[in-house]
Protein backbone atom coordinates (compact mmCIF):
# COMPACT_ATOMS: atom_id res chain seq x y z
CA UNK A 1 0.00 0.00 0.00
CA UNK A 2 1.46 3.58 -0.88
CA UNK A 3 0.35 6.50 1.49
CA UNK A 4 -0.24 9.81 -1.17
CA UNK A 5 -1.49 11.91 1.51
CA UNK A 6 -1.61 11.75 5.54
CA UNK A 7 -2.31 14.28 7.36
CA UNK A 8 -4.95 14.55 10.98
CA UNK A 9 -8.06 14.94 8.62
CA UNK A 10 -7.13 13.05 5.40
CA UNK A 11 -5.56 10.13 4.34
CA UNK A 12 -4.98 9.13 0.56
CA UNK A 13 -3.73 5.82 0.03
CA UNK A 14 -3.21 3.17 -3.37
CA UNK A 15 -6.63 1.79 -1.89
CA UNK A 16 -8.61 3.76 0.11
CA UNK A 17 -9.64 7.65 0.27
CA UNK A 18 -10.19 8.35 4.33
CA UNK A 19 -11.68 12.12 4.87
CA UNK A 20 -12.58 12.62 8.73
CA UNK A 21 -13.46 9.25 9.71
CA UNK A 22 -15.29 8.32 6.43
CA UNK A 23 -13.71 5.80 3.92
CA UNK A 24 -14.67 5.98 0.19
CA UNK A 25 -12.36 2.59 -1.65
CA UNK A 26 -10.89 3.57 -4.88
CA UNK A 27 -12.17 1.13 -6.74
CA UNK A 28 -15.99 2.43 -6.13
CA UNK A 29 -14.83 5.81 -7.09
CA UNK A 30 -16.18 6.38 -10.36
CA UNK A 31 -14.65 10.45 -10.88
CA UNK A 32 -13.00 13.04 -9.06
CA UNK A 33 -13.51 16.77 -9.72
CA UNK A 34 -12.69 20.19 -8.16
CA UNK A 35 -14.89 23.07 -7.19
CA UNK A 36 -13.99 26.75 -6.64
CA UNK A 37 -16.16 28.60 -4.45
CA UNK A 38 -17.17 32.44 -3.78
CA UNK A 39 -14.35 34.41 -2.39
CA UNK A 40 -13.83 35.37 1.06
CA UNK A 41 -14.00 38.83 1.72
CA UNK A 42 -12.66 38.02 5.53
CA UNK A 43 -9.78 36.94 3.92
CA UNK A 44 -9.61 39.79 2.17
CA UNK A 45 -10.07 42.33 4.36
CA UNK A 46 -6.97 40.50 6.51
CA UNK A 47 -5.00 41.20 3.89
CA UNK A 48 -5.84 44.49 2.92
CA UNK A 49 -5.73 45.45 6.69
CA UNK A 50 -1.97 44.11 7.28
CA UNK A 51 -0.84 46.10 3.93
CA UNK A 52 -2.53 49.17 5.36
CA UNK A 53 -0.34 48.32 8.88
CA UNK A 54 3.00 48.05 6.92
CA UNK A 55 2.57 51.47 5.14
CA UNK A 56 1.02 53.43 8.03
CA UNK A 57 4.58 54.26 9.47
CA UNK A 58 6.09 55.14 6.10
CA UNK A 59 2.99 57.27 5.50
CA UNK A 60 3.05 59.22 8.98
CA UNK A 61 6.81 59.74 8.05
CA UNK A 62 5.79 61.84 4.95
CA UNK A 63 3.04 63.52 6.32
CA UNK A 64 5.67 64.61 9.44
CA UNK A 65 8.06 65.80 6.70
CA UNK A 66 5.37 67.67 4.74
CA UNK A 67 4.84 69.52 7.80
CA UNK A 68 7.98 70.14 8.52
CA UNK A 69 8.56 72.13 5.52
CA UNK A 70 4.98 73.66 5.30
CA UNK A 71 5.33 75.04 8.84
CA UNK A 72 8.23 77.55 8.36
CA UNK A 73 10.14 77.53 11.41
CA UNK A 74 12.76 77.50 12.59
CA UNK A 75 16.09 75.12 11.14
CA UNK A 76 16.77 73.44 14.10
CA UNK A 77 12.37 72.75 14.80
CA UNK A 78 12.51 71.40 11.00
CA UNK A 79 15.58 69.00 11.49
CA UNK A 80 14.02 67.81 14.34
CA UNK A 81 10.50 67.37 13.14
CA UNK A 82 12.21 65.80 10.32
CA UNK A 83 14.21 63.64 12.11
CA UNK A 84 11.82 62.28 14.41
CA UNK A 85 9.41 61.63 11.19
CA UNK A 86 12.23 59.46 9.82
CA UNK A 87 12.86 57.76 12.60
CA UNK A 88 9.27 56.79 12.65
CA UNK A 89 9.53 55.61 9.24
CA UNK A 90 12.52 53.44 9.81
CA UNK A 91 10.62 51.91 12.66
CA UNK A 92 8.87 50.21 10.24
CA UNK A 93 11.33 48.43 8.73
CA UNK A 94 11.73 45.33 12.08
CA UNK A 95 8.02 44.97 11.55
CA UNK A 96 7.77 44.91 7.56
CA UNK A 97 9.09 41.34 7.60
CA UNK A 98 6.95 40.07 10.11
CA UNK A 99 3.99 41.72 8.16
CA UNK A 100 5.04 40.73 4.57
CA UNK A 101 5.33 36.96 6.26
CA UNK A 102 1.45 37.24 6.69
CA UNK A 103 0.61 38.48 3.62
CA UNK A 104 2.62 35.94 1.64
CA UNK A 105 0.94 33.00 4.29
CA UNK A 106 -2.53 34.63 3.16
CA UNK A 107 -2.05 34.45 -0.53
CA UNK A 108 -0.49 31.14 0.26
CA UNK A 109 -3.93 29.97 2.17
CA UNK A 110 -6.17 31.82 -0.85
CA UNK A 111 -9.51 33.84 -0.96
CA UNK A 112 -11.84 31.16 -1.68
CA UNK A 113 -13.51 27.76 -0.51
CA UNK A 114 -12.00 25.02 -2.52
CA UNK A 115 -13.72 21.50 -2.67
CA UNK A 116 -12.99 18.39 -3.96
CA UNK A 117 -15.77 15.84 -4.86
CA UNK A 118 -16.26 12.55 -6.05
CA UNK A 119 -18.79 10.10 -7.43
CA UNK A 120 -18.86 7.11 -4.97
CA UNK A 121 -21.25 4.42 -5.60
CA UNK A 122 -22.91 6.31 -8.28
CA UNK A 123 -23.86 9.47 -5.66
CA UNK A 124 -21.80 12.99 -6.04
CA UNK A 125 -20.33 13.20 -2.51
CA UNK A 126 -18.15 16.06 -1.43
CA UNK A 127 -14.78 14.86 0.08
CA UNK A 128 -13.36 18.17 1.41
CA UNK A 129 -14.18 21.75 1.80
CA UNK A 130 -11.33 23.90 2.91
CA UNK A 131 -10.06 27.66 2.11
CA UNK A 132 -6.38 27.16 2.43
CA UNK A 133 -5.25 26.91 -1.09
CA UNK A 134 -1.80 25.07 -0.22
CA UNK A 135 -3.49 21.79 1.54
CA UNK A 136 -6.07 21.75 -1.34
CA UNK A 137 -3.58 21.28 -3.50
CA UNK A 138 -1.71 18.88 -1.80
CA UNK A 139 -4.78 17.06 -1.49
CA UNK A 140 -5.83 17.19 -4.96
CA UNK A 141 -2.34 16.22 -6.26
CA UNK A 142 -2.50 13.00 -4.17
CA UNK A 143 -5.90 12.24 -4.88
CA UNK A 144 -4.73 12.97 -8.66
CA UNK A 145 -1.59 10.37 -8.26
CA UNK A 146 -4.09 7.50 -6.58
CA UNK A 147 -6.83 7.38 -8.53
CA UNK A 148 -4.12 7.49 -11.85
CA UNK A 149 -2.67 3.90 -10.44
CA UNK A 150 -5.84 3.12 -9.34
CA UNK A 151 -6.64 3.57 -13.41
CA UNK A 152 -9.84 5.47 -12.47
CA UNK A 153 -10.45 8.27 -15.13
CA UNK A 154 -9.99 12.22 -13.42
CA UNK A 155 -11.72 14.60 -14.76
CA UNK A 156 -11.36 18.54 -13.66
Known sequence: MTIYYDDRA???TSEL?????????????ARVWHVRGGRSWGALAGRGALLAALGGPLV???IGILIAVRLHT???????IVGVSVLIGLAAAPVADYLLEHVDRSYTR???QL???AQWRGTPVRLLATGDALRFGQIYRALERAVEQ???????
Open 10 to 12: VRI
Open 110 to 112: GAH
Open 60 to 62: AAV
Open 17 to 29: IRVEGRAYPLTEV
Open 115 to 117: EIW
Open 74 to 80: SLTVTIA
Open 150 to 156: AAVPVRR
